[in-house]
């Protein structure tokens, strides 16, 4: 293969696998908005964070989607963190999985950081019950 058939197989394998986690509506709603300014930065995202992270054999997208909450509650990337907290729906990450992950955050991370992150995965748990009702 040619390093044009690698990028499109990687950005194919990253839209897929972007799809799987975060859900088409979300994925939908992004390429969407995407404009020439921000193009770049998409594929760069759908192929490295997607084609290469999240597609890898190495864990299992639960475990990814523990860590990913980990790391986004620790350095405080919030809006973040609503998102992915969306996308455990899809990765198999329960709500006790959450809380443990945050635990984890308060000691190694910070409680701060910890204790804002509970409110926001609270809201959006909450939130994901209620469409489920619908």
């Known amino acids: 293969m040619n390093d044009k058939t690698d990028k499109s197989a990687r950005h194919a394998q990253g839209m897929?696998?972007?799809?799987?986690?975060?859900?088409?509506a979300h994925v939908d709603?992004?390429?969407?908005?995407?404009?020439e300014f921000d193009a770049?930065?998409?594929?760069?995202?759908?192929?490295?964070?997607?084609a290469h992270v999240w597609s890898s054999d190495g864990l299992t997208k639960r475990e990814r989607s523990m860590l990913t909450l980990a790391l986004l509650a620790g350095l405080g990337n919030y809006e973040e963190l609503a998102?992915?907290?969306?996308?455990?729906a899809n990765t198999g990450a329960s709500a006790e999985d959450i809380r443990e992950v945050l635990m984890h955050v308060a000691i190694y991370a910070g409680v701060?950081?910890?204790?804002?992150?509970?409110?926001?995965?609270?809201?959006?748990?909450?939130?994901?019950?209620?469409?489920?009702?619908?």
């Open 112 to 134: 701060p950081r910890a204790n804002h992150a509970i409110k926001i995965v609270k809201q959006v748990l909450d939130e994901m019950e209620r469409e489920k009702g619908r």
């Open 83 to 88: 998102m992915h907290t969306r996308a455990t």
């Open 40 to 50: 770049p930065f998409q594929e760069l995202i759908t192929e490295a964070a997607w």
């Open 29 to 35: 709603r992004a390429e969407a908005g995407k404009t």
């Open 16 to 24: 897929k696998t972007r799809r799987q986690v975060l859900g088409d």
